[in-house]
């Protein structure tokens, strides 16, 4: 079955620590994305990736860093410039990015809490 | 001004009640809208596009209104199982410059 994987589920990290969040889709996608959430927020764009060795920021970069080098992985870090780290973060994909007027559907992993220990 | 409000919620509703949503967005330039739902810890999971015209999914109803730019669901015949938080959703842009915001989402429990 086709889908999108996150792992883990649970991740601790303990401060100056760099942490690596896995997202493995078997869609054939070409976008793919990071989100944060937070209790009680919306979700908001950590990075994006529109075509492989290709990615660009979203709204709140600062402190995690991404890689694209195959179509199917795309992995965030969290490094230890990222002083509020616990969150819910959340992988997702789509066929392709938004074409005008289009009506893209996202497809999600599972999600990884991150918390501080 | 947020780009995507939504009614904070929460909402309790009695089994078989019918409840509604809005949702209002700030940049007109805004151009497709859809309807998440997301139970506890869970990833959020596509409900419904919404078209201008109107569309219905079995007892869920969206509305689109760009003169007011706002959004809007609606349950009927609500089941315990629709206990959720819905998240509206906006996208505008395209190519390279799409951006697609989330509200904070609106958390319906349904009682018994």
């Known amino acids: 079955d086709g889908g999108i994987t996150q792992s883990p589920k649970y991740l601790f990290r303990k401060e100056g620590q760099n942490v690596t969040l896995s997202c493995e889709q078997n869609?054939?996608?070409?976008?793919m994305y990071w989100y944060r959430q937070d209790p009680g927020q919306g979700l908001r764009l950590i990075y994006y990736?529109?075509?492989?060795?290709?990615?660009q920021k979203g709204d709140i970069a600062e402190g995690y860093s991404v890689s694209r080098e195959k179509k199917e992985s795309f992995p965030l870090t969290v490094t230890s410039a990222q002083k509020n780290p616990t969150a819910f973060y959340l992988c997702?994909?789509?066929?392709?990015?938004?074409?005008?007027?289009?009506?893209?559907?996202?497809?999600f992993g599972s999600g990884t809490q991150l918390s501080v220990l | 001004r947020k780009e995507v409000e939504q009614d904070p919620g929460p909402f309790n509703v009695p089994e078989g009640a019918t409840v509604a949503f809005n949702c209002t967005y700030s940049n007109s330039a805004s151009q497709s809208f859809f309807w998440y739902r997301q139970d506890c810890r869970k990833e959020p999971k596509l409900l419904m596009s919404?078209?201008?015209s109107g569309n219905e999914d079995g007892r869920f109803t969206a509305q689109l209104n760009r003169a007011s730019q706002y959004i809007s669901l609606l349950i009927r015949d609500s089941k315990l199982s629709d206990s959720a938080t819905y998240l509206c959703?906006?996208?505008?842009?395209?190519?390279?410059?799409?951006?697609?915001?989330f509200g904070k989402g609106t958390l319906l429990t349904v009682n018994p």
């Open positions: 990736s529109q075509i492989v060795n290709d990615f």
């Open positions: 869609l054939n996608h070409d976008a």
């Open positions: 919404v078209y201008s």
């Open positions: 959703v906006g996208l505008r842009g395209g190519g390279s410059n799409y951006k697609l915001t």
């Open positions: 997702a994909s789509s066929i392709r990015m938004v074409i005008d007027g289009g009506d893209e559907k996202l497809f």
